[in-house]
């Protein structure tokens, strides 16, 4: 078989960066993992929709420029610009897609599908995404393009608003899942909270904290 019915046979995956950060970061923290792995994939990174509005963490350690994808308040639980951070996000999945699947760093995780009106928006990569998927289950984003086969959590989060949470947690996501949960990450048990809105979750337990972590022969 040529080279090109192999590419037509990988799952074509969003890949959302965490805070501040960006698409090339992410893609840089990823490749820490064996490229085995990637055969089976063909992963796209895109840059939030707004600058970093503040400092980065990564400053001095990769250079900018840095993005975000809404902001919020210092609790969680108020979100500024998620509307229109969602409505960019399905309308790049509908011109570069379709997407087999989703993988969120963090504040990206929480996105998946919001058409109708929220207030406010969000901070992380996998928490982003989590939300996109819950939404589209819902018929309320990406009506038109087919569902998701796959996501992958690296730290996320649930939304902490309950008009965003009886929505897209409202049932179980059935959508095939995997989330990385560190045992040093502060985001230990929120990520572990995300796992409950996915039927029957793939749970892959790291010793490391917030991160991409690096993957053993077992979990590889």
Not at 137 to 145: D, R
Request: with cysteine; proline share 6%; glycine share 8%.
């Amino acid at each position: 078989m040529g080279g090109e019915d192999e590419k037509k046979k990988k799952m074509k995956l969003l890949c959302l960066h965490g805070f501040r950060t960006s698409g090339s970061f992410l893609q840089k923290q990823l490749s820490k993992w064996d490229l085995s792995i990637f055969h089976h994939f063909d992963l796209d990174f895109p840059n939030g929709k707004y600058p970093a509005g503040g400092k980065s963490d990564i400053e001095g350690i990769f250079p900018p420029p840095y993005f975000e994808w809404f902001q919020f308040d210092k609790d969680f639980t108020e979100y500024t610009n998620l509307e229109e951070c969602i409505s960019y996000l399905c309308e790049y999945i509908t011109s570069n897609g379709p997407f087999d699947g989703l993988l969120g760093f963090s504040q990206a995780c929480q996105l998946l599908f919001l058409s109708i009106y929220i207030r406010g928006c969000v901070k992380r990569g996998a928490t982003l995404a989590a939300l996109l998927l819950g939404y589209q289950k819902q018929g309320v984003v990406l009506k038109e393009h087919p569902p998701m086969k796959l996501f992958v959590s690296i730290s996320g989060s649930k939304f902490r608003d309950p008009k965003i949470c009886e929505v897209a947690y409202k049932d179980p996501i059935s959508v095939k899942s995997a989330h990385f949960v560190g045992a040093k990450d502060w985001l230990k048990v929120p990520s572990e909270e995300l796992a409950t809105a996915f039927d029957n979750p793939l749970i892959i337990n790291h010793l490391q904290g917030h991160t991409v972590p690096r993957l053993g022969k077992e979990t590889r």
